[in-house]
Each structure stands twice: as C-alpha cells, then as structure tokens.
C-alpha cells in the first residue's frame, strides 16, 4: 500500500487561485463563504485542487480579516481603501498564510502571493504585494528568516 505524500505544490497553487477568487467575491458581495464554496466546487473543475486547502483559505481568511488587516496596514504606503479587491485579497491570503500556516515557508508565501497578483492584480501590484510581505515575514515568522 503506498502513501500519500500529501497535496502536491500545484493543488495547493490552484487552492489559491479559487480562493483568492472566492475572497475577491466574499469582499465584494458579502456573500457567505459555504455559498461561496458550495458554487465552486459545482462551477469549476476541482479534481486537481487542494480542497481542504480552498476550504481553509477560504473560510478562515474572512473569520481573521480583521486581524489580518491590522497586521499588514502600518506596512502599506497608501490608505487601506485605496487597495484594489485583488491586492486586498491576495494581502489577507498571504498574512493568513504567514501567520497561521508555518507548514508553508515563508518565502513559498510571499512567491505565491506574487503570482496571484501577476495573475489576477493590476500591472504592477505584484511588485507592491512583494514589498507588503516581505516587511511581514520578518515579523511573523522571525526564526524562519534568520
């Protein structure tokens, strides 16, 4: 019987994407995140995704974003309501990440959070997200970064 070595880096990327996808709509709409995610997983082909990953993100993001903003806001250069729903979403994902999920390396974080914004944010966000959570890593995860 062989083992699961567990989700693969490319399920967990595509977790990300719906998520962010997702949180995009939770801003915007205010949307209940299980409405949300029961559409998802009807709408979308999610037999490669990290579920339990999308899950996560997906509902603990939103029951933190207080928090989540809290943490990240002394770092932007700009007023909190000037960020667009992407970089906003792609910042709470990444905070979520840096604070609650130390599984996942700091610089996978930051790398991830990056690609969402090339992805899905304005042309030069990823540039800006890059700047915001790297200020944070030292922060949050200060034994990861020495």
């Given amino acids: 019987m062989t083992q699961s070595a567990g989700p693969t880096p490319s399920a967990r990327r595509k977790a990300r994407r719906f998520a962010l996808q997702g949180l995009y709509e939770w801003q915007l709409s205010g949307n209940p995140s299980w409405e949300i995610e029961a559409r998802y997983r009807v709408?979308?082909?999610?037999?490669?995704?990290?579920?339990?990953?999308?899950?996560?993100?997906?509902?603990?993001?939103?029951?933190?974003?207080?928090?989540?903003?809290?943490?990240?806001?002394?770092?932007?250069?700009?007023?909190?309501?000037?960020?667009?729903?992407?970089?906003?979403?792609t910042l709470r994902i990444g905070t979520y990440e840096l604070k609650?999920?130390?599984?996942?390396p700091y610089r996978v974080v930051?790398?991830?959070?990056?690609?969402?914004?090339?992805?899905f944010g304005a042309a030069e966000s990823h540039k800006y997200i890059n700047g915001v959570l790297d200020t944070l890593a030292p922060m949050l995860r200060p034994h990861e970064r020495d």
Avoid at 67 to 85: I, K, M, N, V, Y
Avoid at 100 to 104: A, I, L, P, T
Avoid at 110 to 119: P, R, Y
Wanted: glycine share 4%; no cysteine.
């Fill in 100 to 104: 609650y999920r130390v599984d996942v």
């Fill in 43 to 89: 709408e979308n082909a999610m037999h490669k995704v990290d579920l339990d990953y999308f899950h996560a993100l997906l509902h603990e993001v939103p029951r933190h974003a207080e928090e989540l903003d809290a943490l990240f806001t002394p770092h932007l250069d700009r007023a909190f309501g000037s960020l667009d729903p992407v970089e906003l979403a």
């Fill in 110 to 119: 930051i790398n991830e959070g990056i690609e969402l914004a090339k992805t």
